[in-house]
């Protein structure tokens, strides 16, 4: 079990960060065809525990149906589509009492895989 400033010293020595605060961190991972998918790193409280909380944004409200959205989730094994204003973005969270750092890189790549996926299907462009 990884407390937060673990979880951000591991992301750090691993991977080139975009964005790097207290509470949050920033990487973009740059895939094969060029595209690039940016995932934020958060931590929260909630329901008296920690959690660590992995967000990726796809694309916007009137590029997908809320009705669409719910039917893809029905299909992640990692993650949700949320609306974040009139953004979609996949979200997943996880406790960090229960953690260890495979916990960290599946979702990480996971969320953000998923994200560029729905981004391609229905964004217009690489936006995200």
């Keep these: ?15 080139k960060l975009a964005e790097d605060h207290e509470d949050s961190f920033k990487l973009v991972f740059e895939y094969e065809n060029k595209r690039l998918q940016a995932v934020i790193v958060s931590r929260f409280e909630a329901m008296d525990r920690e959690w660590c909380d992995f967000s990726s944004a796809c ?3 009137d590029q997908m149906s809320p009705e669409v959205a719910l039917q893809k989730n029905f299909g992640f094994a990692v993650g949700a589509l949320c609306l974040d204003q009139d953004i979609y973005v996949v979200r997943y969270s996880v406790q960090m009492a229960t953690m260890d750092l495979d ?8 969320v953000a895989s998923t994200a560029d996926r729905l981004e391609q299907e229905f964004a217009r462009e690489d936006e995200y």
Excluded: D, G, N
């Design 1 to 15: 079990m990884p407390t937060w400033p673990e979880i951000q010293e591991y992301a750090r020595s691993k991977y």
């Design 59 to 61: 694309c916007r409200l």
């Design 103 to 110: 916990e960290f890189e599946l979702p990480l790549h996971v």
